[in-house]
């Protein structure tokens, strides 16, 4: 079940960004050359960047809200994205089954083809998302540790001397730095 957790779980936030920015990059080629599209132009990581960690010295969130303001079809695809990431804080499978629902069908009302594709996707993933809510763990420090126990499979070939490499292998969790052997 974590695995599956992890399959649906950092795709769809993936995916979704994706979506997010090729919708941005359409409007920005649609649109002629003035104001507009400069503005559009260095939007993208502010889309896509979490409100909270917008920066206030940068001028990060009227710049925001002006590319937001500037680009009807941005600005739904945009909400609905802050949206979907309270998915992950909902308390019961209840509740975020409903927000869920919820927001399929608000991305299929939202005549925004990116978006429509998108919610049949999430639609179809809905039995991978919902056990998060039962159980919010992450396979992530998991497939880390798989990640270095290829690194050092690989790292260790010609090895010939397989007690060394199980060595290796079960010291990993102890450091932070590859095993130099």
Avoid at 88 to 111: H, T, V
Avoid at 151 to 164: C, L
Wanted: with cysteine.
């Amino acid at each position: 079940m974590k695995n599956q957790l992890k399959r649906h779980q950092q795709p769809s936030n993936k995916l979704y960004n994706e979506k997010l920015s090729d919708l941005r990059r359409d409007l920005h080629r649609a649109l002629p050359e003035g104001d507009q599209k400069k503005v559009l132009k260095g939007s993208r990581w502010l889309l896509l960047k979490n409100p909270e960690h917008l920066d206030e010295e940068r001028n990060e969130r009227a710049r925001l809200e002006e590319a937001l303001a500037l680009n009807q079809p941005l600005a739904p695809a945009y909400y609905l994205k802050e949206d979907r990431r309270r998915f992950w804080d909902q308390p019961d499978k209840a509740r975020a089954q409903a927000l869920l629902e919820d927001w399929i069908a608000r991305a299929q009302c939202s005549g925004i083809q990116r978006l429509q594709k998108f919610a049949n996707t999430l639609a179809g993933h809905r039995t991978g998302l919902l056990p998060y809510s039962d159980v919010p763990l992450s396979t992530g420090p998991l497939e880390g540790l798989n990640n270095k126990s290829r690194t050092g499979h690989r790292q260790a070939y010609g090895f010939r001397d397989h007690e060394f490499l199980k060595l290796r292998i079960y010291g990993l969790h102890e450091t932070k730095y590859a095993l130099v052997g």
